[in-house]
């Protein structure tokens, strides 16, 4: 169901919603017939709120597609992640945690040399270290253009992020339609960045001033004497979460791409520590003024990550009784507690398996028989196994906030 | 999987199949930890059904997303109703659960006010009430054109449906694609309905001069004194049931509304008591002329809109045996038996929960280890959980009725 006719179908709902996500969440058993990580954990008041609310598991993506943490995110806003993509610029500032903002220009860069007539001589700096790349970026982070601030983040070996940032400067969002400068080829120059609009000339002449900035800045350097850039992109023009849904919302996250994502689709985004009580304390704060709030917790990700399955049973235990204060704060609102993937700790990363999730509130009476939060039991929840996308229309109806289709 | 898709792996199937809908059949438990309407019912014969056949459960039309009526048959019937959407006078027409023919042309229509000189002063006549507008309705219903039959159903307040029916008198079907009167705003007089086609002349005229007529009619009245015309249109251009799955289709239904989605879709109908034992009847009449039969048994919904759970449950008791006995008549044909949209008596309206279904014969085996048919069995069922239009596919799969997809 496309965005649009959620928003025909969206009315003030009774209710507001929490979603809880728990990155990683979803995960395997350690040993043959054991249990998954959240099943061998010791959580009374998930499998408490699984027994008065409702299960299912969750695509996040598309079955056998691993999802990255910027498409599992937009699936549980709401947005299918197949059909709503960024720009590889905005994809790679997400991908370094960068924080983006409503107005930034992004751009994927690459360190490259050229000779001493301007061509091209590697389109990648000879696949220039980290350790040498660096400095460089560095360097090119201290390029200062008027009116707006240029922010250049490293990334891995020749690979960079540029971002313009034009917030505060009057100037709003720019249009960002301009070609990349990599021909693709070496032996000849670095090309223009020309804008593809009339619109985005005022782009383009930015990218074009920090460019020549930066070959000065880099001007008779071994490691790399020039840069391209590619994918230059903006924050996507995509339906807005509030306009979507009908709702105000904020996002409480200790790390800046989960913000970032929250503020591609119109969330409001604040920082908090990383601890399970932190994020109480920001659902507290957020509550009164606003219809959603999205929490989100990294820690079972972490240690999924590094294999560490008790330290991800742990890290799932720590959140247990915040889940239960969640729900009490919530009273008859809605909670969705899922993840955004799965990080079984013995893949030691993200996953294609799908992943738990746990409706609870709206006044509705629970299952009962699903017998606590884990895998096993969610794939007999009476929600079946969805996709992510359309677990924000199933916490939507359970707050009120959706009418019937069709007479 | 488009209609067209289907169609053309649709071939002449062995066994018939018959759709026992059960309105507003998914539930939830009435107290937590308990069993839901269907649950708890005493059900032997869908019960031994379900043992010797197949469940699962399906979402009429999206995750989260409450289905009315019509989408929900739409979607029983194999077309996703998100796609084929009706227009709005063919909606609030089947909204009041008129009998709606092939022919016919539906309007939604407002009582209004115009002053003397003919200028819109209220475009809903002060939200004139029903008591007020039924006699000006019946009024309206008065008016005869020649050639043409005109109904005139109040809706509620100032809101009303026309419909003009051209079946028998030899006209054939009228092009709909008339532009509705209501200019948006007061102050200006109230628009011709003009033909958007030269083929919609014809209904563009009858329109034009029904509505002189509405306005002798109403002349001089205090309530109101004209009426404007929205939403026209005419049975939608879809590909008819029988020809997407090559099977002669009659729709057996106590209200007017089921039969009319039905005929929407080309299927034959034919009116029936609501009441068990009549639809048994219903089916003995249709089974030898046609393919595809579709009861509609009405009683569990209006049990759960009035939030009477335990009359549900005895609605449900009362069908049982007649389900058996429709597997009886069938023999080795396909029963599917499932509802068009939950319809739990704790909620006292329509819900966004998925829906319990059993497939049945088809000559088969069946899952065996269901225990029973319900809401907890169904999600999981050999099925799992799929959209409401893969039904028809699933049962015409068990017919015999579907080629193989490629070599």
């Known amino acids: 169901m496309d965005l649009q006719t959620v928003a025909e179908l969206a009315q003030p709902a009774a209710r507001k919603i929490v979603l809880l996500v728990l990155d990683g969440l979803g995960g395997l058993p350690r040993e043959p017939g054991g249990p998954t990580e959240l099943e061998a954990a010791r959580t009374p008041c998930l499998d408490d709120l699984a027994r008065t609310g409702s299960l299912g598991l969750h695509h996040p993506v598309a079955p056998g597609i691993t999802p990255g943490s910027g498409p599992g995110h937009l699936s549980l806003f709401g947005y299918d992640p197949l059909r709503y993509v960024t720009g590889r610029g905005v994809l790679e500032a997400l991908g370094i945690r960068f924080d983006l903002r409503e107005t930034d220009i992004a751009a994927r860069g690459n360190l490259c040399w050229v000779d001493q007539r301007g061509r091209l001589t590697d389109r990648r700096a000879g696949r220039i270290t980290s350790s040498a790349a660096v400095p460089l970026t560095e360097r090119l982070n201290q390029i200062d253009l008027p009116g707006v601030t240029c922010l250049v983040r490293h990334v891995s070996e020749h690979r960079f992020v540029l971002v313009i940032r034009s917030e505060g400067s009057g100037a709003g969002r720019l249009e960002t339609d301009v070609r990349g400068t990599d021909p693709g080829h070496e032996g000849v120059p670095p090309r223009d960045p020309e804008p593809k609009t009339e619109g985005a000339r005022r782009a383009a002449e930015l990218l074009g001033t920090w460019v020549n900035r930066a070959a000065q800045s880099l001007a008779g350097e071994a490691g790399a004497n020039m840069v391209l850039l590619r994918g230059i992109s903006g924050r996507p023009r995509w339906p807005l979460f509030p306009d979507v849904f009908g709702m105000k919302a904020r996002a409480v996250a200790a790390y800046p791409m989960y913000r970032g994502v929250a503020r591609l689709v119109g969330m409001e985004a604040v920082e908090a520590p990383d601890r399970a009580d932190a994020l109480l304390h920001g659902l507290k704060d957020a509550l009164p003024k606003n219809d959603f709030v999205f929490l989100h917790y990294k820690a079972p990700d972490k240690a999924g990550e590094d ?4 330290r991800k049973v742990a890290t799932i235990e720590a959140i247990d009784p915040v889940a239960g204060d969640i729900a009490g704060v919530l009273g008859d609102g809605v909670l ?17 398996h799908p992943v738990p999730f746990l409706l609870h509130g709206g006044g509705l009476p ?9 895998e096993a039991a969610c794939a007999r929840g009476i929600h079946g196994t969805v996709r992510g996308w359309d677990l ?6 359970r707050a009120g906030g959706l009418k019937k289709y069709g007479a």
Chains 1, 2 share one sequence.
């Open 392 to 397: 924000m229309r199933l916490a939507a109806a």
């Open 336 to 352: 969705l507690v899922t993840g955004d993937h799965s990080t079984p700790a013995v893949m030691r990363g993200h996953s294609w």
């Open 366 to 374: 629970g299952e009962r028989r699903a017998g606590g939060f884990g």
């Open 307 to 310: 294999g560490d399955f008790d």
